[in-house]
Each structure stands twice: as structure tokens, then as C-alpha cells.
């Protein structure tokens, strides 16, 4: 059977209960039709690069499938139906990846540096510089640059 790995991206204004609905539904789908969903991830509500159907944010979810076509025909049928969801996309793959996906270890990633950032700003105390306050500190200083020579107009020697 040929292996698929399929993102949807649903409303901002459902919750993700409604959007774990969505998957349960599309995958009791294809299910039916003889095929099976070796691995769903759900990514978070993310921004849109631009606005889909009045909406700048959408839930983000991908589905690892192994189906038939026809049962990936009818679920991307209902999904076209369904007014929550935005926008989908199907690939065919040759195998399908067991581990987290980029996305997720992004997120991992992230996660790190918000609490690595977090660390130093409580190290620095509240701000840890910004606007005002002297510059110095930060090695902005360039120390004493002398006089400005005399500047040369064209005519004058």
C-alpha cells in the first residue's frame, strides 16, 4: 500500500479538542476504506504567512497514512467539505519517518533557548540593559578618538 504523509491546517477559532475530533473522524475514514494512520502529530496553533479565509493562525496537524488512494480521495473530500479546515496537502513518500518530525524537534529546540534566554535575563537582572543606562558595560565605548582632521572641498588647496 502506498505511504503518505498528510498536513492539514484547521481554523484558529476551534479548539484542540475539536481539532483531535477532526483527526479521529478523518482517520475512522480511512480506516474504512482499508487504510491505517501510522502516526499523528499535533504541531499548535502557528501563525499563517498570509491570510487564509480571514485567518492569520491556523491549528497545524500531520498524519502519516498508509492507504490506498481511494481512501485518501474520500477523506481529502470531506476535508474539502469541512469549513475548519483551511487548507491540506498530501505527499506520497517512499517510507515513513518513526521519529519526531522537523517541526516538533524545532520546538524542542526552542523550548530550550526560551529557558537558556530566561536563565541569563535573571542573571542580568530585570531587562538586562535595553533603552537609557550607560553604555559602557557593553563594550559600546570607543574611548577618546582625537581631533577631526580639517576636511578638503574640491577647489580649496
Known amino acids: 500500500m502506498p505511504l503518505y504523509e498528510h498536513v492539514f491546517l484547521a481554523r484558529q477559532d476551534v479548539t484542540s479538542q ?7 473522524t478523518y482517520k475512522g475514514v480511512l480506516e474504512q476504506n482499508g487504510g491505517k494512520v501510522e502516526k499523528i502529530e499535533m504541531w499548535g496553533v502557528k501563525s499563517l504567512a498570509y491570510r487564509i479565509k480571514k485567518n492569520r493562525k491556523a491549528h497545524f496537524t500531520l498524519l502519516n497514512i498508509e492507504a490506498p488512494p481511494a481512501a485518501l480521495a474520500e477523506m481529502e473530500r470531506q476535508m474539502q467539505i469541512s469549513e475548519d479546515v483551511l487548507r491540506f496537502m498530501t505527499i ?3 517510507t515513513l519517518e518513526s521519529e519526531p518530525s522537523a517541526m ?6 526552542d523550548d530550550r533557548k526560551d529557558r537558556e534566554r530566561g536563565r541569563r535575563r535573571d542573571d542580568e537582572g530585570f531587562g ?7 553604555r559602557g558595560d557593553r563594550g559600546g565605548d570607543r574611548g577618546d578618538r582625537g581631533d577631526r582632521p580639517e576636511r578638503s572641498f574640491g577647489g580649496e588647496n
Request: no cysteine; hydrophobic share 25%; proline share 0%.
Open 104 to 109: 516538533m524537534q524545532k520546538r524542542d529546540r
Open 92 to 94: 506520497r513518500v517512499e
Open 18 to 24: 475539536q481539532v483531535e475530533t477532526m483527526v479521529e
Open 128 to 134: 538586562g540593559g535595553g533603552f537609557g543606562g550607560d
